[in-house]
Protein backbone atom coordinates (compact mmCIF):
# COMPACT_ATOMS: atom_id res chain seq x y z
CA UNK A 1 0.00 0.00 0.00
CA UNK A 2 1.39 3.11 -1.22
CA UNK A 3 1.24 6.02 1.38
CA UNK A 4 1.46 9.68 0.63
CA UNK A 5 2.31 12.17 3.89
CA UNK A 6 2.38 15.89 2.81
CA UNK A 7 3.77 18.97 4.73
CA UNK A 8 4.67 22.37 4.73
CA UNK A 9 1.04 24.31 4.53
CA UNK A 10 0.62 27.36 6.80
CA UNK A 11 -0.18 31.00 7.02
CA UNK A 12 1.31 33.68 4.65
CA UNK A 13 0.59 36.88 3.51
CA UNK A 14 -0.57 37.63 -0.21
CA UNK A 15 2.33 38.00 -2.18
CA UNK A 16 4.54 35.01 -0.33
CA UNK A 17 5.88 31.70 -0.83
CA UNK A 18 5.33 28.22 0.24
CA UNK A 19 7.02 24.82 -0.88
CA UNK A 20 5.28 22.02 -0.17
CA UNK A 21 6.50 17.81 -0.11
CA UNK A 22 5.12 14.96 -0.39
CA UNK A 23 7.09 11.90 0.78
CA UNK A 24 4.96 8.65 -0.41
CA UNK A 25 5.83 5.28 0.94
CA UNK A 26 6.92 1.89 -1.18
CA UNK A 27 9.94 1.12 -3.81
CA UNK A 28 8.57 2.38 -6.70
CA UNK A 29 8.70 6.01 -6.41
CA UNK A 30 10.67 6.84 -9.57
CA UNK A 31 7.84 4.56 -11.68
CA UNK A 32 5.13 7.05 -10.45
CA UNK A 33 3.68 9.87 -12.01
CA UNK A 34 2.79 12.90 -9.38
CA UNK A 35 0.02 15.42 -9.07
CA UNK A 36 -0.84 18.16 -6.94
CA UNK A 37 -4.60 18.93 -6.52
CA UNK A 38 -5.88 21.50 -3.74
CA UNK A 39 -9.97 21.88 -2.64
CA UNK A 40 -11.33 25.13 -1.05
CA UNK A 41 -13.84 25.02 0.97
CA UNK A 42 -17.43 24.73 -0.54
CA UNK A 43 -15.65 24.00 -3.99
CA UNK A 44 -14.81 20.51 -5.62
CA UNK A 45 -11.14 19.21 -5.72
CA UNK A 46 -8.77 20.40 -8.68
CA UNK A 47 -6.17 19.98 -10.36
CA UNK A 48 -2.78 22.22 -9.46
CA UNK A 49 0.04 20.94 -11.24
CA UNK A 50 1.44 17.09 -12.45
CA UNK A 51 5.10 15.44 -13.26
CA UNK A 52 6.03 12.55 -15.46
CA UNK A 53 7.98 9.92 -13.48
CA UNK A 54 11.44 10.47 -14.42
CA UNK A 55 10.55 15.00 -13.93
CA UNK A 56 11.04 15.26 -17.39
CA UNK A 57 7.49 16.70 -18.02
CA UNK A 58 5.31 18.78 -16.09
CA UNK A 59 1.90 19.97 -16.92
CA UNK A 60 -0.25 23.24 -14.61
CA UNK A 61 -3.52 24.66 -14.28
CA UNK A 62 -3.51 27.71 -15.79
CA UNK A 63 -4.82 29.63 -12.55
CA UNK A 64 -0.76 28.60 -11.40
CA UNK A 65 0.95 28.76 -14.01
CA UNK A 66 4.06 30.81 -14.16
CA UNK A 67 3.84 30.98 -9.83
CA UNK A 68 4.20 27.15 -9.25
CA UNK A 69 7.07 24.49 -9.89
CA UNK A 70 6.38 21.14 -9.42
CA UNK A 71 9.49 18.84 -9.04
CA UNK A 72 10.74 15.75 -7.24
CA UNK A 73 13.55 13.92 -5.85
CA UNK A 74 13.04 10.29 -6.78
CA UNK A 75 16.08 9.12 -4.41
CA UNK A 76 14.32 11.22 -1.55
CA UNK A 77 10.59 9.23 -2.65
CA UNK A 78 9.46 13.18 -2.18
CA UNK A 79 7.41 15.56 -4.62
CA UNK A 80 7.52 18.94 -4.27
CA UNK A 81 5.30 22.52 -5.09
CA UNK A 82 7.06 25.73 -5.00
CA UNK A 83 4.32 28.16 -4.84
CA UNK A 84 5.32 32.22 -5.06
CA UNK A 85 3.15 34.77 -5.38
CA UNK A 86 1.10 33.38 -3.36
CA UNK A 87 -2.72 35.07 -3.52
CA UNK A 88 -5.65 34.21 -1.51
CA UNK A 89 -7.61 33.09 -4.09
CA UNK A 90 -4.86 29.87 -3.41
CA UNK A 91 -6.28 29.56 -0.44
CA UNK A 92 -7.15 25.00 0.10
CA UNK A 93 -6.07 22.06 1.37
CA UNK A 94 -3.39 20.73 -0.77
CA UNK A 95 -3.15 17.03 -1.51
CA UNK A 96 -0.65 15.16 -3.53
CA UNK A 97 -1.61 11.96 -5.53
CA UNK A 98 0.21 8.99 -7.29
CA UNK A 99 -0.23 6.57 -9.56
CA UNK A 100 1.83 4.24 -11.77
CA UNK A 101 3.07 5.63 -14.78
CA UNK A 102 2.18 4.23 -17.88
CA UNK A 103 2.90 4.83 -22.47
CA UNK A 104 -0.32 6.46 -22.75
CA UNK A 105 0.50 9.52 -20.93
CA UNK A 106 3.10 11.24 -19.41
CA UNK A 107 1.00 13.12 -16.76
CA UNK A 108 -2.85 12.73 -15.79
CA UNK A 109 -5.02 15.85 -14.36
CA UNK A 110 -7.96 13.85 -13.44
CA UNK A 111 -8.75 13.23 -9.85
CA UNK A 112 -9.95 9.72 -10.98
CA UNK A 113 -6.63 8.73 -13.02
CA UNK A 114 -4.57 8.71 -9.10
CA UNK A 115 -4.33 5.87 -6.69
CA UNK A 116 -3.17 7.08 -4.01
CA UNK A 117 -3.73 9.93 -1.99
CA UNK A 118 -2.53 11.77 0.71
CA UNK A 119 -4.57 13.42 3.69
CA UNK A 120 -3.67 16.99 2.83
CA UNK A 121 -1.85 19.89 4.05
CA UNK A 122 -4.10 23.58 4.66
CA UNK A 123 -2.51 26.81 2.83
CA UNK A 124 -4.24 29.43 3.78
CA UNK A 125 -3.24 33.32 1.80
CA UNK A 126 -4.20 36.44 3.77
CA UNK A 127 -4.63 39.91 1.66
Known amino acids: QVQLVESGGGLVQAGGSLRLSCVTS????????LGWFRQAPGTEREFVAA????????HYADSVKGRFTISRDNAKNTVYLQMNSLKPEDTAVYYC????????????????????WGQGTQVTVSS
Open 51 to 58: ISWNGGIT
Open 26 to 33: GRTFGGKV
Open 97 to 116: AARPANSGSHYYTEQYEYYN
